[in-house]
C-alpha cells in the first residue's frame, strides 16, 4: 500500500468522498498499456517491478469477467513512419504497432472477446473510440490499471471522469517510476477525479455489493 499523508492541506479538505457502489452492468475494467516493450524484459522502455501488478490485476480481471464487467485492454501503438509522433519528442520509439513490443503481456490471460482499443497519446480516450464504445455497453462507472500512474493511467482517469464516468483506481494495480510520483498521482485522483482502493476490496465490491471507500481522508 503507498504511504498516505498524515493530513491534507486546507484546500483538499474541502473534497467530497462518500462511499460508492461497483454496479457489475454497468462497470468496465480498463487495462491501460500492460504492455510487452514497458512490462517484459527486452521490452523498449521498461518499468522495474511490473511482476507485482499482475497478481492484483488478475484478482480485478478474472472477479470483473465473473460477474459479466467488459474487460478493455488499452493499448499504445505507434505506426511506423510517422514523423511527428508527439509521444517520440518525448519518449524514446516504443509499442510500434504490429511488433512483439505493442502485444499485451501473456501474465495477464487476455482473451479474445475482451474489447481491444488502440491509443496513439497517453489517454486511452483521445483520438480513440472508447468512450463510444462504452457508452454503447451502458458503461458509467470505470475502473483503471496498469502503468504508469502518472503519465498514461493518470491521463486516461482524467479524461474519464471528464466524460462522466465514475472512476475507481486500485493502488495495487497501478505503478510508477517512484514512490512520488505514485503517491502524488493517486492523491490527486483521490481529491479530484475518482476513488483510489485496493484489488481486494474491487473484487469484494464485485463479489458482495459492498461500498467502496476512498484510501484519502478529505476531513
Known amino acids: 500500500m503507498s504511504a498516505m499523508p498524515d493530513s491534507v492541506d486546507q484546500f483538499s479538505a474541502k473534497g467530497l468522498s462518500a462511499p460508492a457502489k461497483v454496479d457489475p452492468r454497468h462497470t468496465a475494467v480498463l487495462v491501460v498499456d500492460m504492455e510487452n516493450d514497458f512490462c517484459v524484459e527486452g521490452g523498449a522502455m521498461v518499468l522495474p517491478g511490473y511482476e507485482k501488478l499482475i497478481g492484483p490485476q488478475l484478482r480485478v480481471i478474472e472477479t ?108 495495487d494495480c497501478v505503478a510508477a517510476p517512484s514512490q512520488r510520483e505514485q503517491i502524488s498521482s493517486l492523491f490527486d485522483i483521490a481529491t479530484s477525479f475518482g476513488w483510489v482502493t485496493d484489488s481486494r476490496e474491487v473484487a469484494n465490491a464485485y463479489d458482495t455489493g459492498s461500498r467502496i471507500d476512498n484510501r484519502f481522508e478529505f476531513a
Request: hydrophobic share 40%; net charge neutral; glycine share 8%.
Open 64 to 171: 470483473a469477467r465473473k460477474a459479466g464487467s467488459p474487460i478493455v485492454f488499452i493499448t499504445d501503438a505507434h505506426r511506423p513512419g510517422v514523423h511527428r509522433d508527439r509521444e517520440f519528442l518525448k519518449r524514446d520509439r516504443h509499442c510500434i504497432e504490429g511488433t512483439w513490443g505493442a502485444q499485451v503481456v501473456d501474465a495477464l490471460k487476455p482473451l479474445p472477446d475482451d474489447h481491444y482499443v488502440i491509443k496513439r497519446r497517453y489517454s486511452g480516450f483521445f483520438g480513440t473510440d472508447l468512450d463510444m464504445t462504452l457508452k454503447d455497453m451502458e458503461v458509467d462507472s470505470v475502473v483503471v490499471m496498469g502503468v504508469v500512474t502518472n503519465i498514461c493511467v493518470r491521463s486516461t482517469v482524467h479524461d474519464a471522469f471528464f466524460l462522466g464516468y465514475r472512476v475507481f483506481v486500485p493502488e
